[in-house]
């Protein structure tokens, strides 16, 4: 049994007179351009096998199959009787191709199962005299001609395959107008690999010499050249070309070097509303706003993108639909090697969301800073509103002190001498009144002394006269008498003077700070130390008591003094007014006050500090 494939080798078959034989086995093609050609060849195939008493197998259109009936009759072969002697078997193709397609693809099992009845019963008609069957298939031919040449390429597979258990000729035909486009090319070759032979179609063959063929071949080896390489390039551009067709968030198209668009892809009809019939052929200014169009700016666009390579811009651009988007615009020049101008690139997105975003996070910020600036301001404000009032409270203090110390005092002063006097003028006479008198004498001492103390407590002279090393000590007995609460003083020996702000500010943080020890803290003691470190003078107030509850000491370090009460916030705001800063620290057990303010030029420290202690 011979095989049916005789190898990949394509063999051009010059003339008629070489018809593929039914006796040489083999997988030819034949190409036409004419029906009756075809016909003709198909005669002098089939009936050369039925007329020499071997066997044939015919899969056919109707047309095909009636014209090569009367024409086989015509010369003189009975396909009646041949059929009747099982040696004639036809197949209609139109109705054999739906039996071996199953979802759109062809069925190896299903062909297999139709082809190999035909050829078991063509066999069967010529084994006794070991005759030879020819084939006649256009299954190829419907499918190529229905767009699926990948499927027809599988059938002639599929025959090659049963060329390998059964012995047959095969001829297979395809009109030349299946390769009518360069995309069939890489088909129309793979289709000629399948076969043994490819016999040209009438064209090539009704050539009259060799020369004439040979001038032929030449000048479709050079198209297939050219063919070729364009085919080579395709391939290797396909995946790009296919990846900017797909492309659905940018605009990707060309422009001839007028500026009149020449391509489009998805992205472009998704972003622009044009469809590619549409908008082909049009110049790209219709994408741009009136006013700039008669500004010129396309045209600039261009000027720009062919003597500089690329042209970069966002703008507003306008749909077919006449609404507007805010485009990112890029326009990139394309030149042969020469240089020459092609056309040009054009990449379009459609922005607007991100600029809309872009803008409103510009006011969000513009009205964060302005809330800011406001909030910065207001601060300021309060903070010298609060200095103010601070200054005005010790000034009024201070005036208060001084009017209590000078004047009331002096009247009361002088009223306790004037009883006094009365009181000697009648202890003698009358004991009773004498008594009495003794009563106010004291009741005044006792409201001299309070004058005083309320007069030293709000604005202390001694202050002024001899700075905090003589004024704590002072406040710290008085306190002590009060309150019941034992107190220790601790100094860095020969502390010097500070600015006069400073020693009050310090002074009134020692006040508010022993206030709060008495108010709050329930510490039966209370330690002071006063010191200096990296050019700071250092005001330390520390109790033994319940302390400070966590969550208003955050409050403290967040500098927010609602919850530690007005006090606090006044002292706080001393210190930051003079360049220092408060600072609270408390547990179960312990609190410590600490307040800081640079030392000034008169602060002199020895280079061995010592320590003071006043109980």
Same mark, same amino acid.
């Given at each position: 049994?011979?095989?049916?494939?005789?190898?990949?080798?394509?063999?051009?078959?010059?003339?008629?007179?070489?018809?593929?034989?039914?006796?040489?086995?083999?997988?030819?093609?034949?190409?036409?351009?004419?029906?009756?050609?075809?016909?003709?060849?198909?005669?002098?195939?089939?009936?050369?096998? !039925?007329?020499?008493?071997?066997?044939?197998?015919?899969?056919?259109?109707?047309?095909?199959?009636?014209?090569?009936?009367?024409? !086989?009759?015509?010369?003189?072969?009975?396909?009646?009787?041949?059929?009747?002697?099982?040696?004639?078997?036809?197949?209609?193709?139109?109705?054999?191709?739906?039996?071996?397609?199953?979802?759109?693809?062809?069925?190896?099992?299903?062909?297999?199962?139709?082809?190999?009845?035909?050829?078991?019963?063509?066999?069967?008609?010529?084994?006794?005299?070991?005759?030879?069957?020819?084939?006649?298939?256009?299954?190829?031919?419907?499918?190529?001609?229905?767009?699926?040449?990948?499927?027809?390429?599988?059938?002639?597979?599929?025959?090659?395959?049963?060329?390998?258990?059964?012995?047959?000729?095969? !001829?297979?035909?395809?009109?030349?107008?299946?390769?009518?486009?360069?995309?069939?090319?890489?088909?129309?070759?793979?289709?000629?690999?399948?076969?043994?032979?490819?016999?040209?179609?009438?064209?090539?063959?009704?050539?009259?010499?060799?020369?004439?063929?040979?001038?032929?071949?030449?000048?479709?080896?050079?198209?297939?050249?050219?063919?070729?390489?364009?085919?080579?390039?395709?391939?290797?551009?396909?995946?790009?070309?296919?990846?900017?067709?797909?492309?659905?968030?940018?605009?990707?198209?060309?422009?001839?070097?007028?500026?009149?668009?020449?391509?489009?892809?998805?992205?472009?009809?998704?972003?622009?509303?044009?469809?590619?019939?549409?908008?082909?052929?049009?110049?790209?200014?219709?994408?741009?706003? %009136?006013?700039?169009?008669?500004?010129?700016?396309?045209?600039?666009?261009?000027?720009?993108?062919?003597?500089?390579?690329?042209?970069?811009?966002?703008?507003?651009?306008?749909?077919?639909?006449?609404?507007?988007?805010?485009?990112?615009?890029?326009?990139?020049?394309?030149?042969?090697?020469?240089?020459?101008?092609?056309?040009?690139?054009?990449?379009?997105?459609?922005?607007?969301?991100?600029?809309?975003?872009?803008?409103?996070?510009?006011?969000?910020?513009?009205?964060?800073?302005?809330?800011?600036?406001?909030?910065?301001?207001?601060?300021?404000?309060?903070?010298?509103?609060?200095?103010?009032?601070?200054?005005?409270?010790?000034?009024?203090?201070?005036?208060?002190?001084?009017?209590?110390?000078?004047?009331?005092?002096?009247?009361?002063?002088?009223?306790?001498?004037?009883?006094?006097?009365?009181?000697?003028?009648?202890?003698?006479?009358?004991?009773?009144?004498?008594?009495?008198?003794?009563?106010?004498?004291?009741?005044?001492?006792?409201?001299?002394? %309070?004058?005083?103390?309320?007069?030293?407590?709000?604005?202390?002279?001694?202050?002024? %006269?001899?700075?905090?090393?003589?004024?704590?000590?002072?406040?710290?007995?008085?306190?002590?008498?009060?309150?019941?609460?034992?107190?220790?003083?601790?100094?860095?020996?020969?502390?010097?003077?500070?600015?006069?702000?400073?020693?009050?500010? !310090?002074?009134?943080?020692?006040?508010?700070?022993?206030?709060?020890?008495?108010?709050?803290?329930?510490?039966?003691?209370?330690?002071?130390?006063?010191?200096?470190?990296?050019?700071?003078?250092?005001?330390?107030?520390?109790?033994?008591?319940?302390?400070?509850?966590?969550?208003?000491?955050?409050?403290?370090?967040?500098?927010?003094?609602?919850?530690?009460?007005?006090?606090?916030?006044?002292?706080?705001?001393?210190?930051?007014?003079?360049?220092?800063?408060? %600072?609270?620290?408390?547990?179960?057990?312990?609190?410590?006050?600490?307040?800081?303010?640079?030392?000034?030029?008169?602060?002199?420290?020895?280079?061995?500090?010592?320590?003071?202690?006043?109980?």
């Amino acid at each position: 049994m011979s095989t049916a494939v005789s190898g990949p080798n394509i063999e051009l078959i010059p003339s008629l007179a070489h018809t593929p034989s039914h006796t040489h086995g083999g997988h030819v093609v034949q190409l036409y351009a004419d029906d009756g050609f075809l016909i003709d060849v198909l005669s002098r195939f089939i009936g050369g096998a !039925l007329a020499v008493g071997d066997a044939a197998v015919v899969i056919a259109t109707c047309s095909h199959r009636t014209e090569l009936e009367r024409l !086989l009759s015509a010369n003189g072969v009975d396909t009646g009787k041949a059929a009747i002697q099982g040696r004639y078997i036809v197949l209609d193709a139109n109705e054999t191709l739906p039996k071996i397609m199953v979802d759109g693809a062809v069925d190896e099992t299903r062909f297999n199962e139709i082809v190999s009845e035909a050829l078991d019963k063509a066999e069967s008609s010529v084994a006794r005299k070991r005759g030879h069957i020819a084939v006649f298939g256009e299954l190829v031919a419907l499918l190529w001609a229905g767009g699926r040449p990948a499927e027809a390429i599988r059938v002639e597979q599929l025959w090659n395959d049963l060329g390998k258990g059964h012995s047959f000729s095969l !001829l297979c035909a395809y009109p030349i107008a299946v390769c009518s486009s360069k995309r069939h090319i890489e088909a129309f070759l793979k289709m000629c690999g399948e076969h043994s032979s490819v016999v040209p179609s009438e064209s090539y063959l009704v050539l009259h010499n060799e020369e004439e063929r040979l001038r032929s071949i030449a000048s479709l080896q050079q198209r297939a050249q050219i063919l070729e390489k364009e085919l080579a390039l395709r391939e290797v551009e396909a995946p790009f070309r296919l990846l900017v067709e797909a492309v659905q968030d940018y605009a990707i198209f060309m422009l001839n070097p007028e500026g009149q668009v020449s391509s489009w892809n998805v992205g472009a009809e998704r972003i622009k509303g044009y469809k590619t019939n549409e908008i082909v052929g049009r110049h790209f200014s219709c994408f741009y706003p %009136e006013e700039d169009v008669r500004s010129g700016k396309p045209a600039r666009e261009l000027v720009v993108a062919a003597a500089q390579g690329r042209f970069e811009d966002e703008g507003w651009r306008v749909r077919k639909d006449g609404s507007t988007f805010w485009a990112n615009v890029i326009i990139t020049a394309v030149k042969d090697n020469s240089g020459k101008l092609l056309g040009f690139a054009k990449i379009t997105r459609d922005v607007t969301e991100r600029m809309q975003t872009q803008k409103a996070l510009e006011t969000e910020v513009a009205e964060r800073r302005d809330a800011q600036r406001r909030l910065q301001n207001s601060e300021r404000s309060l903070r010298e509103l609060s200095l103010h009032l601070l200054r005005t409270q010790d000034e009024e203090r201070r005036r208060i002190g001084r009017d209590l110390h000078d004047s009331l005092g002096q009247y009361l002063a002088v009223l306790k001498m004037k009883l006094d006097s009365v009181a000697s003028l009648i202890g003698q006479k009358q004991a009773e009144l004498s008594q009495e008198f003794g009563q106010c004498i004291r009741l005044m001492e006792d409201s001299i002394r %309070e004058v005083r103390i309320v007069s030293y407590l709000l604005y202390p002279p001694m202050l002024e %006269e001899m700075g905090l090393k003589s004024a704590i000590p002072w406040y710290l007995d008085g306190f002590s008498t009060r309150s019941g609460i034992k107190t220790a003083f601790e100094m860095e020996t020969e502390f010097g003077r500070l600015p006069r702000e400073s020693e009050l500010a !310090l002074f009134r943080v020692l006040q508010e700070g022993l206030t709060n020890v008495h108010r709050h803290s329930g510490s039966p003691t209370a330690h002071v130390r006063l010191s200096v470190k990296d050019g700071m003078a250092i005001l330390a107030i520390q109790d033994n008591g319940k302390g400070i509850r966590p969550e208003l000491l955050a409050e403290f370090c967040q500098e927010w003094m609602g919850g530690l009460g007005i006090g606090v916030r006044g002292m706080n705001e001393r210190m930051r007014q003079l360049g220092g800063k408060l %600072e609270l620290a408390s547990n179960e057990g312990c609190t410590t006050v600490t307040a800081m303010v640079p030392g000034g030029q008169n602060l002199n420290l020895p280079a061995e500090p010592g320590k003071a202690c006043i109980d």
